[in-house]
Antibody
């Protein structure tokens, strides 16, 4: 069974940092891109960042570019989202998701984790 | 970059058919696949349509996806509505370096 499990969320002050993790199992991790999507509770989905299977190419939403860094460790089947210079508007549930198609990126996501809540507040 | 516009909400009675639209602001709707996700309260999104009109395994054939080039939009049609279909639905597409979600449509089955 394909599973993704996010961790690392919590309460952080504005300007602070957090590192989210997405542990995966049940599929050949190195063949699939990973994507992070966030959602303010009660609001819509917002794409945050994606990383290709090899970990060489990364993509970011304008709202997080220069502050967030996505990475992956194919030997440990895990992806990270390093979030720096956090703002109140970054408060959201952060989901990681597996791309549907091997070797593709950005096209669509077939399995999502349960999410981890990030709250940026003083 | 483009925007995907969905109606904020739709409602219909059990057993009826409902269609949710998703209009692309610029660029052709047919140039990149459209996906649809269902999100029930308190749960993560799950795909109900991928690659414009394909159903993932386990999704009933009551769910169907269409592309209309004339209106530059995609649509999700759910027939034989059931109370369990009540949820938020999001369309999603992409371009060369960007993923875009529609704003979401709340489906009420009353």
């Amino acid at each position: 069974e394909v599973q993704l499990l996010e961790s690392g969320g919590g309460l952080v002050q504005p300007g602070g940092s957090l590192r989210l993790s997405c542990e995966t199992s049940g599929f050949t991790f190195l063949n699939y891109a990973v994507t992070w999507v966030r959602q303010v509770p009660g609001k819509g989905l917002e794409w945050v960042s994606s990383i290709n299977p090899g970990g060489v190419t990364t993509y970011y939403a304008d709202s997080v570019k220069g502050r967030f860094t996505i990475s992956r460790d194919n030997s440990r089947h895990i992806s990270h989202l390093q979030m720096n210079s956090l703002r109140a508007e970054d408060t959201a549930i952060y989901y990681c998701a597996k791309d549907r198609t091997e070797w593709e990126v950005l096209m669509g996501f077939d399995v999502w984790g349960r999410g981890t809540m990030v709250t940026v507040s003083s | 970059k483009f925007i995907l516009t969905q109606p904020h909400s739709v409602s219909e009675s059990p057993g009826k058919t409902v269609t949710i639209s998703c209009t692309r602001s610029s660029g052709s709707i047919g140039s990149n696949y459209v996906q649809w996700y269902q999100q029930r309260p308190g749960s993560s999104p799950t795909p109900v349509i991928y690659e414009d009109n394909q159903r993932p395994s386990g999704v009933p054939d009551r769910f169907s996806g269409f592309i209309d080039s004339s209106s530059n939009s995609a649509s999700l049609t759910i027939s034989g509505l059931q109370t369990e279909d009540e949820a938020d639905y999001y369309c999603q597409s992409y371009d060369s370096d960007n993923v875009v979600f529609g704003g979401g449509t709340k489906l009420t089955v009353l």
